[in-house]
């Protein structure tokens, strides 16, 4: 009975494994195509969804590093423990790079371009993330793990990010609201302040 749930818990983990390596590879998709797509629209909210990406990045790397060595809880720990503040400081200062960004682009009235491509990235992310959040959560739940349920979470959190980056984008497409981008960075803000705050109290992939 043992080696049949260690057999079990060798599956699951090299299904979260592959879910990490896809998260891994659609999230330097998104960063790519994002900040982009930002740079040349002049779009705050895009750069800071794409910049965003490749934290996500950070965090799925440090799952797998923590699945690589399962059996040693304590080096685990360590690692984790190092790579959450590293994760935590980054969304602390993505949050204050978007929140001046924003206030400048308000105080300025710089009206940025339409964005085609990014409305098709936030599109794409509001279809992929919420499948791939209940694949990892499916895992999670079946390993017993925290880690992966958090990360399962990280990607709800980018399903949000994209709802509020497609409604600024689509606002200022459709209407010429030149203010909606800059208040769809600001509306970002006190979400990855969150996840940041969070991660370095050691509190977003704890197992």
């Not at 964005?115 to 499948?131: D, E, H, N, R, Y």
């Not at 992966?148 to 010429?176: H, P, R, T, V």
Request: aromatic share 8%; charged share 20%; proline share 2%.
């Amino acid at each position: 009975m043992p080696e049949t749930v260690e057999l079990d818990r060798s599956a699951l983990a090299r299904r979260g494994r592959r879910l990490e390596y896809f998260t891994i590879a659609w999230n330097s998709l998104e960063g790519v195509v994002g900040i982009g797509a930002g740079v040349m629209a002049g779009s705050i909210s895009l750069i800071a969804f794409g910049i965003d990406s490749f934290i996500e990045i950070t965090s799925g790397s440090v799952l797998l590093w923590r699945m690589s060595s399962d059996s040693d809880k304590e080096r685990r720990e360590k690692r984790e423990a190092i790579a959450l503040k590293i994760v935590g400081v980054c969304f602390l200062a993505l949050c204050l790079y978007v929140a001046y960004e924003a206030i400048t682009t308000l105080s300025k009235h710089e009206a940025p371009e339409r964005s085609i491509a990014g409305i098709v990235l936030a599109i794409a992310s509001l279809v992929v993330m919420p499948l791939l959040a209940r694949a990892k959560r499916r895992v999670g739940n079946q390993m017993g793990s925290v880690a992966m349920a958090a990360d399962a979470k990280q990607s709800e959190f980018c399903y949000y990010l994209s709802a509020i980056l497609l409604a600024g984008l689509a606002l200022n497409a459709a209407f010429g609201l030149w203010w909606a981008d800059p208040v769809a960075a600001l509306a970002m803000v006190p979400l990855i302040a969150h996840e940041g705050i969070e991660a370095l109290q050691g509190e977003t992939c704890r197992d």
